[in-house]
């Protein structure tokens, strides 16, 4: 049976709830991971960890945060912006997201505020019904 988003959204926002220590209502679809819900980038790992038990599946390194690959690469990241090669493999590596507004300016610092609850819960569902 393929999973729903409505139910792969209530999981995800219990594993954030359990990970972060906010409050069920804080989890929103639209909701960022380090802006609004405070994660810091060790929070990630454990984020990974507790969805890969969750959920049952394994979520190899890079592909739900795929940050540390495109900048330590010079060809992807330029003046502190992603290049159209690094966009290209942006989309690539995070079909899950949507980029459109990261598109027009797509400054590195900006890439945090990428990681939102529905671009978890997208990746979770694709997973899951994809086995």
Not at 14 to 28: C, F, P, Q, Y
Not at 66 to 90: D, F, I, Q, R, Y
Request: glycine share 6%; net charge negative.
């Amino acid at each position: 049976m393929a999973a729903t988003k409505e139910q792969v959204f209530e999981q995800v926002r219990d594993v954030l709830v359990d990970a972060l220590g906010v409050d069920e209502e804080e989890v929103k679809g639209s909701a960022t991971l380090m802006g609004d819900l405070g994660a810091e980038s060790i929070d990630f790992l454990d984020i990974v960890f507790r969805l890969e038990k969750a959920f049952g599946i394994k979520i190899p390194r890079e592909e739900l945060f795929p940050v540390e690959t495109l900048m330590n690469n010079h060809e992807l990241v330029s003046h502190g912006k992603l290049t159209a090669k690094g966009l290209v493999e942006l989309k690539s590596k995070m079909p899950h997201t949507d980029l459109s507004a990261f598109q027009n300016d797509p400054d590195i610092n900006k890439l945090g505020d990428l990681f939102t609850v529905d671009s978890i819960v997208n990746y979770i569902t694709g997973k899951l019904n994809n086995r």
